[in-house]
């Protein structure tokens, strides 16, 4: 089945730039969008990143993202990082030859 | 305001039956997926199955098929999640999400969700 692998943890310091990976276990990443989610501890998920580089309003452009076909692999960047960016972040596509949302397993942002 | 109001948080027993729900206000109830979305303490998501209001037209993640039931009352804009029997591995916050893009004329749907409800934990002990 496909899967998307996300590094556990990541840590950067306030005003710096992180980017968290997401990596598809085959196929390619591209045939399918690929999503993006922050978690705050205690809160539901919302949406930072759609359609693979979409941003929904009210999203600050600190938020951004791409596909890398060569590495099957997708990335979130947030710039000019706030203690407030402090989440875990998922990464979720569709699996078409399984019909089945996967998401990543989500990366821990640390903001010290 | 657009919202997905999810009902209380839940204790129950093993072996009992349980029913949760996911009331959607402020859009067109109709037209959007919703889907259901596990979160095992200390854990990820995981992508559970999704209704179609409009039709109730219903479709389970394989890991997840059998295990659940999702249904819709279009009348009062409520899904549901349902549990025959629990387990104590059932314990966990329960989202209900709706997904961001549907075109009812040509089937094209984006998988992603853009409004999120705030979950309902379940606690499954004997």
């Known amino acids: 089945n496909f899967m998307l692998t996300q590094p556990h943890s990541v840590s950067e310091s306030p005003g710096k730039t992180v980017t968290i990976s997401c990596t598809g276990s085959s196929g390619d990443i591209a045939s399918n969008y690929v999503q993006w989610y922050q978690q705050r501890p205690g809160s539901a998920p919302t949406t930072v990143i759609y359609?693979?580089?979409?941003?929904p309003s009210g999203v600050p452009d600190r938020f951004s993202a791409s596909i890398d076909s060569s590495s099957n692999s997708a990335s979130l960047t947030i710039s000019g990082l706030k203690t407030e960016d402090e989440a875990d972040y998922y990464c979720q596509s569709y699996d078409s030859t399984n019909h089945d949302v996967v998401f990543g397993g989500g990366t821990k942002l640390t903001v010290l | 305001e657009v919202q997905l109001v999810q009902s209380g948080a839940e204790v129950k027993k093993p072996g009992e039956s349980l029913k949760i729900s996911c009331q959607g206000s402020g859009y067109s109830f109709s037209s959007l997926w919703i889907a259901w979305v596990r979160q095992m303490p200390g854990k990820g998501l995981e992508y559970m199955g999704i209704?179609?209001?409009?039709?109730?037209?219903?479709r389970y993640s394989p890991s997840f098929q059998g295990q659940v039931t999702i249904s819709v009352d279009k009348s009062i804009r409520t899904v549901y999640l349902q549990w025959s029997s629990l387990k104590a591995s059932d314990t966990a916050m329960y989202y209900c999400?709706?997904?961001?893009?549907?075109?009812?004329?040509?089937?094209?749907?984006?998988?992603?969700?853009?409004?999120w409800g705030r979950g309902t934990l379940v606690t499954v002990s004997s």
């Open positions: 359609e693979d580089y979409r941003r």
């Open positions: 999400a709706r997904q961001g893009y549907y075109d009812a004329l040509t089937g094209f749907q984006s998988w992603y969700f853009d409004l």
């Open positions: 209704i179609y209001p409009g039709d109730s037209d219903t």
